[in-house]
């Protein structure tokens, strides 16, 4: 059970490296400009899930400092656009109320996708990662428009009872199975690029 290759152990590890991704996530966002280089960095560790966690986030983190400020500045103007919408009066239809609050899901899971498509595919080019995140979040918005929603909760009722483990997992966890949601997908997404001539085999 308390073998280097048992489950206790690989759990530990696993949550190890979640607690530390999270707090260099939090240290890389510290001048509120980095934050798209730091998002880049989590999701690139977490997907090539490598041993030297410090030293392969600054790397990505180094990398990407530059090429993620055009993200960052949509990211910017989509917040405004969905508080404008939030606030928007649809009148008393819960159905209006219902498309509005997936609209707003679906922008928020498109920014997220930005920095997802940027950390598998970094020399992509500002447009086509956005195009990608455009097919990206439609292929897997069903499966990952309850993220926010349930991170959302989580942080909401569990905060009171185990506030130190939320907010050492509030980032790297969600975006950890973020990233295991959309694998299959983003695969998908680019087979779908190499089929219309957009990528090259």
């Known amino acids: 059970m308390f073998a280097i290759d048992g489950k206790l152990y690989a759990f530990s590890m696993r949550l190890y490296r979640l607690l530390v991704l999270n707090i260099l996530f939090v240290v890389g966002c ?6 798209g280089a730091s998002l880049t960095a989590l999701i690139s560790v977490l997907h090539q899930d490598k041993r030297q966690i410090v030293s392969s986030f600054f790397e990505v983190y180094r990398r990407q400092l530059w090429s993620t400020l055009p993200y960052l500045f949509f990211n910017i103007m989509s917040v405004i656009f ?15 109320y219902f498309v509005k609050l997936c609209f707003i899901f679906f922008v928020l899971m498109y920014n997220l996708n930005l920095y997802v498509t940027h950390a598998y595919h970094p020399k992509l080019g500002t447009f086509r990662t956005f195009q990608y995140s455009f097919f990206l979040t439609i292929w897997s918005f069903y499966k990952t428009v309850g993220l926010p ?3 959302g909760l989580s942080v909401w009722f569990l905060y009171k009872y185990i506030g130190l483990v939320i907010i050492g997992l509030l980032f790297s966890l969600p ?5 295991r949601l959309v ?3 983003v695969e998908r997404v680019e087979q779908f690029f190499v089929r219309v001539g957009i990528f090259s085999k």
């Open 82 to 96: 969905v508080y404008s919408l939030r606030i928007a009066n649809t009148g008393d239809s819960r159905w209006m």
């Open 175 to 179: 975006l950890w199975l973020h990233v």
């Open 149 to 151: 929603i349930a991170m």
């Open 30 to 35: 510290l001048p509120i400009v980095t934050i």
């Open 183 to 185: 694998n299959d997908d």
